[in-house]
Structure formats: structure tokens, C-alpha cells
């Protein structure tokens, strides 16, 4: 959600908290503010709105100038985005920056007001920083250690004590947070690139770490002031996959980067062409559960199908947030697979941690490395799609759906399901399709020209079935959330238990058909719509003979021979049509409204 950095050393610390906001923006972009050491006092600086935002107000008023401070970007949860609940919070004495939710903040705030204390913003951080100066007595870890008692929910926090200039103070609890180590500097940031400009070589602070971070180094503790000696860790990806590269935005840069993500992600999971798990055993499972949420959500329901079609295992596939609650009858012989792209989502961690407390054994498939998801798991997969900076997510869904199909073919395998010969040929076409989608790439044009018809349009549908349904849920959600244009997505029999009374002409439908054991079917389901005046686009194979009185528009994916793997394919046309209709509607493509890449609270 919110993004929090900080700096001390000695260089110029506004330009440098700026510089890292910038690469957070995606985790929030509701306000903006910095706190820097001046002449031995705090300066605040916060604008609701962008960093933009705050980057002018500081061209008017003039850049704190000091050589450390915490810097923060918004994610509303508490409070309008305004000037007020804007970070850094702050008394007289301290100053903090804090990216997470604090539970119970209304009790412990009704204990401060009965205290004396005023509260200015409507935020549950202003709580913090009230309750470390009430405990503060001239010792900053101590006032930290009996705070940290009284909170409950996920936080990071960036603490300024004014008594102890140049020196940061960071903890955490569940949201992430990492130390970095230059020469003569020390940083803090929620995730890695916002800091690589500056330094490759970091700490991952661990729950109630508190560190301590000044120009001449680091210093880790844990809650009773015991030092810890911590693994020093580097970046394997450098600031080059974190920059637009001659884009005109990340989403569509990470588009473009999905052949070499895919190749990177299964290359290390085949050996002597077929799949290979070291060391991890997938024939004893009964049952799965998929849970995640969002687009890697949909990642798995493609799991599901592919799964239960060649390894026949029943899959059961969650939304976190609903897996969570629904007390899910998980035990001992059944696998939960939890995807997450950032591997710090809330609702999935929890569902991660309830499920390992059933009994099950859990199996990770996450991009970040070390994050919480990553760390906590019983078996770990990791995708190698690099950092994803767009807030919507494009090439981590497709190396989530490649590990998807590789488990597929292993599970198959073990449960003797397909042959050793089927296997290797099922991993070849996996293997061949980096290189079609390369290729599908190159004639981009044909879904910009599709996107111009739907950039006046209020509400549509995505139908298909089968597969074909799994990649019309992405291809809704992308659209929707980047263009802000109404978007359902149906398995296509269903129209006519309901949708369908929407269909007018005012309502276009983009139609995936691209199983051939479904497209006669899918077909009806067209006419149905059209013969109701919708205007249609048609994701098909190529050299599909749609007639012109069924669609519109036909947008062809090449033909694997194998429907089984065309969500590889499929999912690139729908990627763009959301893309370049998000671009002609002149919106912020890479973040979007509301949204934020990392969702970190419930
Ligand atoms: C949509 C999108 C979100 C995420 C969801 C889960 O484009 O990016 O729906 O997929 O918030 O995030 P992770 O994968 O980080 O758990």
C-alpha cells in the first residue's frame, strides 16, 4: 500500500527521498511528504496529491536541506487524501512515516485524548507517533519497545527523534520493510528498487526488528536490545528493470518483457525436458487449493483447469480474502497453493498461515524474493518476471499461468496420468511459446485499431468458456482497471440466466473462442448477443473462419495445435486492448486510480 523510504548520510537528503519516493509510487500516489533533519530541527513537507505535487511545493517554498530523513507516499485507508493526513505525523519531538493499518488505533487514541493529547488528522499513524512521545523519556528504543506492545495490525514505520539528529529509527511488523548499506549512507525502503539507484546490497528486517541506521552504518536489534548479526543481502536486478527503457509506460514495457520472464521462470524447472521440482513431491496430494487474489487469482483458476484436465486432481480455487473467513476444509493430504506477485499480500498471507495451522502443506509461487509469503511457506516456487512496477499486472500473470501448466504436467506425470512422451511434448510447446508471443508482439497495431472503437464506451462484457472463461476474467479485470470503463466478465453459457437483459447496442462484448472443443458453442452464445445489436470482437485462432455478420472485430492468436496452452497467447491481446484503451482515454496507465501494486492491508 503505502510506500516509506529514508535516508541518512551525507548527501543531500530531499533530492534522495525524492528520488526513492518516485519508485514506490506504484505502492500509493494519494499524497506525498518528506521529513528532513535542518539545522538540528525536523522540517516537514507533505502535499495531498502526487509527488508532482510535492515537487512543486518544494520548487516554491525550497528542499529542507539536511543529510537524513523519512520520506512517505499515500495509499489512503484512514482519511481522505488531504494535506493533513498526509505523512510524515508528527510532535513536537518526533516524526514518523508508517506504511500499514493499525488495528486497534481508536482505543489506544481514546487513551491519549483522556491523556491530554490532540489529534490533527483523521489517520491511525498519528496514533504512533502520540504513543511513542508519551512513552519517550530521552530513549528512543525503549519508547519504540513499549509502543510496539500496544499495537496491533501491520505496520512499517520510519521514526525521526529530534534529540538524535541524522539518525533513523525503522521497525516492522508483517509490512515489508528493508535497510540498505552504501558508503557512508544507510537507507530504508518498503522494496528494493525504490533504493538500487543509490545501493544494491540490503537487509530484510524481520518482524520487531528495530534498526538504527546513521551515516556510519547499521545496527539491527531485536525487542530486548539484543544486537543481531543479519545476512547482508544483494539485488540480483539492476536499476536498467526498473526504468521505462524507451516506453512510454512500465505496463506496456513489462508486456513487451514477458517472452524473456516466461523463458527465465520455467527454464530452471525443466531438466531433460520435463519438469523438474527438486526434490519436491507432488504425487501424494488428494486434493488442492489454489487462493490468491486478483489477477494472480485468475492465474489459478487457468491452474484449475489445466490441472484437474490433465492430472485429474480436484482443484479448489479461493479468493484469499473469502478463503480466509469460509472455514475451508483443508487438512493434512491436500496442497495449498498461494500466488502472489509481491508475496506480501495480506489476505493471502493469512490464508497461507491458516492453512499451514490445518495441517496442509503449503507451496508458494511468488516474484518477489523474501517477502513474507516467500519466507513462510512450506515449498517455494519463484517466478523470475523481475520487478513489476505497473500497477496493473502483466507479466507476472503469465509467468504465474507457465509455472501453472509446468505443475499440471509434473502432477500428471506422478499420477500417471500421461506418459513420459506426452509430458515432453507438452513442455516443448510451453517451451516454443516466448518465442510466438515475441512475434504477436510485433503487429501490435491491429488491438490499437480494436481499441479506438471502445474508448466511448460506458460498460461491456468479456465471454468465454472453458479457458477461454478463465482468460475473459483477466482480460475484464485489465480493461476495467486501467480504463475505467464498466467490464463484467461471463462464462458465455451464462448470459441468458440473467446479463444478457444489459445487451443493447451501447454494450460490446469481447468474445474469447479460442478452444475448439467449445467454439460452436461460444459461437450461439455470440449470435445470441448480436442478434441484440452488441457490437463484438472475437479473440480466435488464426485462420478461424468467423463470418461477418458474428463480430465486428477478429483478433487472432497463433495456433499451438494444443488448445490447452493458448492462455499464453490469449492473454497478450487482452493485455493490449485494456493498454492502449487506458492510453487513448488519456489516463495515468501505470497508476491507475485508487488502486495500489501492493496490498499489504485487508
Ligand atoms: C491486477 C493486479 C492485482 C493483483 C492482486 C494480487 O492487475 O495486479 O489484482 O494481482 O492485488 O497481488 P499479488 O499478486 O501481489 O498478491
Not at 525487542?223 to 547482508?232: A, I, N, S
Not at 475451508?328 to 490464508?351: K, R
Not at 503469465?398 to 511434448?425: G, P, R
Not at 455470440?526 to 445489436?533: D, F, L
Request: net charge negative.
Amino acid at each position: 500500500m503505502c510506500g516509506i523510504v529514508g535516508f541518512s548520510g551525507k548527501n543531500n537528503a530531499s533530492e534522495i527521498l525524492i528520488n526513492s519516493l518516485k519508485k514506490l509510487e506504484y505502492r500509493g500516489y494519494d499524497s506525498a511528504g518528506i521529513a528532513v533533519f535542518e539545522g538540528g530541527n525536523i522540517r516537514i513537507e507533505k502535499s495531498k496529491g502526487r509527488l508532482a505535487d510535492l515537487e512543486a511545493k518544494l520548487s516554491t517554498v525550497g528542499e529542507p536541506n539536511g543529510t537524513c530523513g523519512i520520506g512517505h507516499t499515500r495509499w489512503a485507508t484512514h482519511g481522505e487524501p488531504s494535506d493533513v493526513n498526509s505523512h510524515p505525523h508528527s510532535t513536537a519531538r518526533i516524526a514518523i512515516v508508517h506504511n500499514g493499518i493499525i488495528e486497534n488505533y481508536k482505543v489506544l487514541k481514546e487513551f491519549l485524548i483522556e491523556q491530554g493529547r490532540s489529534f490533527q488528522s483523521e489517520t491511525d499513524t498519528e496514533v504512533i507517533v502520540q504513543m511513542l512521545d508519551h512513552y519517550y523519556t530521552g530513549n528512543p528504543i525503549s519508547a519504540i519497545v513499549q509502543t510496539l506492545r500496544e499495537l496491533t495490525g501491520s505496520f512499517a514505520l520510519g521514526i525521526l527523534f529530534a534529540d538524535f539528529p541524522d539518525t533513523i529509527f525503522a521497525i516492522r511488523r508483517e509490512s515489508p520493510l528493508i535497510v540498505g548499506v552504501g558508503e557512508n549512507a544507510s537507507y530504508i525502503a518498503s522494496d528494493v528498487p525504490a533504493i538500487l539507484q543509490y545501493t544494491k546490497d540490503y537487509y530484510l528486517l524481520e518482524h520487531n526488528e528495530i534498526a538504527v541506521l546513521s551515516p556510519y552504518g547499521t545496527s539491527i536489534y531485536d525487542m530486548h536490545y539484543k544486537k543481531l548479526d543479519k545476512e547482508l543481502k544483494t539485488a540480483d536486478f539492476d536499476m536498467e528493470a526498473a526504468e521505462k527503457q524507451g516506453f512510454a509506460h512500465f505496463m506496456l514495457k513489462e508486456i513487451h518483457e514477458q517472452p524473456t520472464a516466461v523463458k527465465t521462470t520455467i527454464t530452471p524447472c525443466i531438466e531433460n525436458g520435463l519438469p523438474n521440482f527438486e526434490g519436491m513431491d507432488f504425487s501424494k496430494y488428494k486434493k488442492l487449493f489454489i487462493v490468491a487474489c486478483g489477477t494472480a487469482y485468475y492465474a489459478g483458476v487457468v491452474g484449475k483447469y489445466v490441472i484437474e484436465k490433465l492430472a485429474k486432481i480436484p482443484v479448489d480455487v479461493d479468493i484469499a480474502s473469502e478463503f480466509r473467513y469460509r472455514e475451508p476444509l483443508v487438512g493434512a493430504d491436500d496442497l495449498v497453493i498461494i500466488i502472489s506477485q509481491s508475496g506480501e499480500t495480506a489476505d493471502s498471507l493469512a490464508s497461507l498461515r491458516l492453512a499451514k495451522k490445518l495441517g496442509a502443506c503449503t507451496l508458494a509461487i511468488i516474484n518477489v524474493k523474501g517477502s513474507s509469503i516467500a519466507r513462510e511457506a512450506d515449498l517455494l516456487l519463484y517466478t523470475h518476471a523481475g520487478p513489476e512496477i505497473a500497477v496493473a499486472s502483466t507479466k507476472a500473470y503469465i509467468v504465474q499461468i507457465s509455472v501453472m501448466y509446468l505443475l499440471a504436467f509434473q502432477l500428471a506425470l506422478v499420477n500417471d496420468k500421461i506418459t513420459e512422451n506426452e509430458c515432453t511434448e507438452y513442455v516443448k510447446l510451453l517451451q516454443t511459446t516466448p518465442e510466438i508471443i515475441e512475434k504477436m508482439l510485433e503487429n501490435k497495431e491491429a488491438v490499437q485499431y480494436v481499441s479506438s472503437s471502445l474508448v466511448n464506451t460506458e460498460s461491456l462484457f468479456y465471454i468465454g468458456r472453458g479457458l477461454d472463461y478463465a482468460l475473459s476474467l483477466e482480460g475484464s479485470l485489465k480493461l476495467k482497471e486501467i480504463s475505467y470503463i464498466h467490464s463484467e466478465s461471463y462464462g458465455a453459457g451464462e448470459l441468458k440466466h440473467g446479463p444478457i437483459s444489459l445487451i443493447t447496442r451501447d454494450m460490446p462484448v469481447v468474445a474469447i473462442a479460442t478452444q475448439t472443443m467449445l467454439f460452436d458453442k461460444t459461437i450461439s452464445n455470440i449470435k445470441e448477443v448480436r442478434a441484440r445489436g452488441a457490437k463484438v470482437i472475437i479473440v480466435c485462432k488464426e485462420k478461424t473462419e468467423i463470418d461477418a455478420d458474428v463480430a465486428d472485430y477478429v483478433l487472432y492468436i497463433p495456433d499451438l495445435q494444443n488448445d490447452l496452452l493458448n492462455p499464453m497467447l490469449t492473454v497478450i491481446p487482452l493485455q493490449l486492448l485494456a493498454y492502449y484503451t487506458s492510453v487513448l482515454k488519456g489516463n495515468d496507465v501505470d497508476q491507475p486510480r485508487n488502486l495500489a501494486k501492493s496490498v499489504t492491508v485487508e
